[in-house]
């Protein structure tokens, strides 16, 4: 009986030995066929497309060749091409079993000239085809504004838009099947080119977030001009200890409106604050400021205007990190502004241009005849109508893009389409403490642009609340923002709907999201 026994396990573990054997064998010719099929695809037509290389990744791979951060969890298709031959793009394709028929494209901000890579690598691991382009030019082209209209055009708005048609041809050829769904995500720069889509080419996707979008990227350029002959004129008067005095001051000050004395100001904008409360006297000389020194930060706070008074701007938030950064710029030598390059080589078409010889009032409203970076218009009827959703968030203390702007062209959509009409499809969530797109020391993790958040779903991740959105009807609500500390969330914030504001409940910690309420 044992030996007949034993026999009969054998052939047991055989049958199973043999089909795990079958399974792998399967499963092996299942990724010969893949990455035959992408090796393939480089041989694709479609017009106005060259694909310059295709090439298979392996889960896992990192650091061989994959110009992203992160380990790569699924089998994936690298197509490397061009279009219209000077158009750069990425897409890369999940494997067919692990596609959820999306596509999702990242934007690229300052000059562009590269690839966004965190979204491309993000997209492909939650099985999105994910896609990104250079905007027409490589980063290397420190001059590729000279070039003429055509690369002005392919920046402010053509590339992102042609990256949508052709990688919906490119998915459509490799799998056989449409794309069901597209998203579209991006800050900064990345950020206007989203505004950019919503409002000019609202087909192109179903789904858009823009963060800190700088939808008046030719008065925020001139601002940013400005802030430089004015740090240049001040010389010494202000150095950085100084400017981090009075944004630190100024937090101080107005912490609490919330309820919580928590290092965060909820709405800068409701904050009081007078640089003339950091004045010396005769017991007071250290951290504090002079009479020049007051005069000075009021200056650079306070609405912009031109050299003939007419109003650019509503001025910088208090709270934020000044820099005191002066001409030339503060890159020198290295990448340069996108302020400079757009007066020196756009307007002026000099790459030595002085920019000390800027002025607002002659120099600003030439930037239009070169290329339209605005993205400020408020009519997105075509987005809207088309059930198109759109979530914008902004840092209350970003130094580069006013928290201001963001605000003022979400009051412009509320004018339009009313609240209720507006939360049908928008919104806006304000980030207090948070600096340029991510950064400071606040909860700045809600997997906006850039990497997931440390939880994936809709209350933390907002990619998944747009998703969410977009496939199930769902609205968001408050969004938690986190921020890490040996991988774990030891501060969490909710981020509210604006205008409403999160207000410390009266107990519980109050660096838990669950001791505030949005209202």
Known sequence: MTGKRTV???????RVGLLLGLAAFNISVQAGDAASHCLD?????????????????????????????????????????????????????????????????GGVGGQAGTFSYPTLLRGVNRGYASASTDTGHKVT????????????????????????????????????????????????????????????????????IAGAPGVNTPEMSARRLWEMQMHTRWGRLMQQRDWDLVARASRQACDGTDGAQDGLVENPAQCRFDPASLACNAGTTKDCLSTEQIEAVRTLHAPLRDENGKTVDRGLPYGIRVSADALPEPFTPGPRYLAVVLFSEGVYRDPHWDPAQFRIARDLARVDQVMNLHADNPDVDRFRSKGGKLI????????????????????ALTRRYGAQGLAQFSKLYMVPGMAHCRGGDVPDQFGGMGDDAPLIDARHDMLSALESWVLQGQAPREIVASQLQNATASWTRPLCPYPQQAHYKGEGSVLRAESHVCR
């Not at 914008?392 to 009051?411: E, I, N, R």
């Open 8 to 14: 009969h396990c054998s052939r047991g573990m055989l």
């Open 41 to 105: 695809f480089s041989n694709v037509s479609v017009p106005d497309v060259r694909i310059t290389r295709s090439t298979p990744v392996l889960p896992a791979a990192r650091g061989v060749g994959i110009p992203a951060q992160g380990a790569v969890r699924v089998p994936f298709c690298r197509v490397e091409g061009e279009i219209e031959g000077d158009i750069g793009f990425e897409l890369w394709l999940p494997d067919s079993n692990h596609w959820n028929q999306r596509l999702l494209s």
């Open 141 to 208: 082209d420190t001059h590729w504004l000279l070039k003429g209209q055509r690369q002005a055009e392919n920046y402010a708005e053509r590339a992102n838009h042609l990256l949508a048609v052709k990688t919906k041809a490119l998915i459509q050829s490799f799998y056989g099947r449409t794309t069901q769904h597209a998203f579209f995500v991006g800050c900064s720069g990345g950020g206007r080119q989203a505004m950019t889509e919503v409002q000019r080419y609202p087909d192109d996707y179903d789904g858009v």
């Open 392 to 411: 914008m968030y902004q840092g209350w203390s970003d130094p580069l893009v006013s928290a201001y702007s963001t605000v003022d062209y979400f009051d």
